[in-house]
């Protein structure tokens, strides 16, 4: 087996994608200290930019755990660890390209975009079975 630190930086990478969409939710919502006491109750309240990055973060937050089961499936079933970089760091890019297309307000890119990046969990599971 070779070494499994890619396949950590992918996760780690997956995991604070929806935090960075936070944090721009939280800065264009302009969010203030006694906001912080209940945000996710002011972040519900939010309009415009601030409220599609807090969509954004929960389906990022949403989309995680397919894609977290799926690569460490695929390390445990022994898939090519190149085929789960290349499927691992597609999905990160389509997910930061997603992220950018719902800020923008781009309704039918981000709904393509949306489903490129749920196919890579996807076909990594349909490897995982043809293999089986």
């Excluded at 939010?46 to 390390?75: D, H, Y």
């Excluded at 950018?100 to 749920?118: E, K």
Aim: charged letters at 10%; hydrophobic letters at 55%; a positive charge.
């Amino acid at each position: 087996m070779q070494s499994i630190s890619g396949i950590i930086y992918l996760i780690l990478g997956a995991c604070l994608l929806p935090y960075i969409f936070t944090l721009i939710a939280k800065k264009s919502a302009g969010l203030t200290a006694q906001d912080h006491q209940n945000p996710r109750e002011a972040l519900a309240k939010a309009t415009g930019i601030a409220a599609r990055a807090n969509a954004v973060q929960q389906n990022s937050f949403e989309s995680l755990p397919l894609f977290i089961a799926a690569v460490l499936m695929a390390e445990y079933m022994v898939i090519p660890q190149s085929f789960i970089m290349i499927l691992g760091v597609a999905y990160l890019l389509l997910r930061i390209i997603y992220g950018i297309c719902y800020l923008a307000n781009w309704a039918t890119l981000r709904s393509i975009i949306w489903t490129l990046s749920m196919l890579c969990p996807i076909c990594l599971l349909l490897l995982i079975i043809k293999t089986v």
